[in-house]
């Protein structure tokens, strides 16, 4: 076999690991390992493997995903989360449809501090999932919210995918940042603004709550302080030139011991388990990084990415048609694979070709942003669906997905909105600098 068709069936055997039920990181490690040992010998692929590993274990930016995943624990384990909800669900709560906007509003700032979807669900759906059914919520609007609003992570700073796609590409981890300012924005008011509508349509989809007294409300914006001041230290180093996003991160961290051991919400119970958290993902994060990577150099080895950039010029795409056909490929994939696989999977193919044709870094990391929160809510996959419904045993899966539809849909109106218009995503970064 020639080195292409090496390559291609590599591509081959480890799609099929992966239909088999090996985890992405481990098939893509497996596969690229047992390729280079096949064409190079065992010592030069072993030593292929170390140098990697250890490149981009140490590399200094990579230091901050580990931090802001452990800003998110802590953030969770001492109950600013909750803090966020009560204060948005006072304000809010009495519109139709409030507890629902509330929890969308509550999310998206949720996602400023954990920066992580699945956190954001597993965190806020115990607790709101009480409230709608006291309230007397069609179950399905509900769950699909919570499910659905919990993606807003991936675009709000500091968003761990911007994190892992910004080290994995080379691409400013501050410009990714406050580039999905307000793609997250303009999807967090669409969210709000269809979910008041439909249920002022339909009052019993979303009944209103109770009307709290101005007094209630004012008193509950002290609650909002420990966020603001996490996310005013975090984006304020970044953008104010104080602080790389690794320092931001290690700040953040300390801001949020300080500010829980203030409230007298600190204890080491807290600190043991957002530790354990932060590790496990760090590292099942950090192995799909690496061997993304070595699979990616792979493939350089057998010269398919070469071969592939050759075949799409020869179509003769244009930039904006080669992201029309980059959103049904994410959308299709997004119904099989995790946000995390998908990225790391298509980046060795999808890179080469958006440098080559010239597409901005930056842009593409927010569409593709987009894209991985549709993935999170698309059948038959939908990772934020799953841990729903382990919050909310009784509400069938189908349930679920039928009520993150709608979401869905706005979110694909996003997606070609950041196509038509470019610069929804690049005219904060364009300012900033």
Known sequence: MTLVEIGYFAMAAMLALILLGVPIGWAMGLVSLAGEIYLTGFTPAAAKLSLTFWENGSLYVFIALPLFLLMGQLAYRTGITEDLFDCFHKWLGHMPGGLAVASVVS??????????????????????????????????????????AGTLAVLVPPSTLMVIYGVWTETSIADLFIAGIVP???????????????????????????????????RSLSRLAPTVAIIGIV????????????????VGVFGVLAIAAAMRRLTWGAISKSLKDAVRTSGMVFVIVVTGVTFSRFLMHTHVTENAIAVINGWGLGSTTLMLALFVLYFLLGAALDALGMMILT???????????GVDKVWFGIFLGVMMELAAVSPPVGITVAVMRSVAPDVSTSAIFR????????TILLAALLIAWPQLALWMPAQMR
């Open 107 to 148: 999310n998206a700032a949720y996602g400023a501090v954990t920066g992580n979807s699945v956190a954001s669900v597993a965190t806020m759906g115990p607790m709101v999932m009480p409230q709608f059914r006291k309230y007397g919520y069609n179950l399905s609007l509900a769950t699909g919210t919570l499910a659905s």
């Open 403 to 410: 009520g993150c539809y709608p979401f869905l849909a706005l």
């Open 235 to 250: 984006l304020g180093g970044i953008y104010g030139g104080l602080m790389t996003p690794s320092e931001s991160a290690a």
């Open 184 to 218: 997250c924005v303009v999807l967090t008011i669409t969210y709000c603004v269809a979910l008041a509508i439909a249920c002022q349509i339909k009052p019993g989809l979303g009944p209103k709550g109770p009307k709290y007294s101005w007094g209630a409300r004012i």
């Open 347 to 357: 980046l060795p193919f999808v890179m080469p070709l958006i440098i080559h044709l």
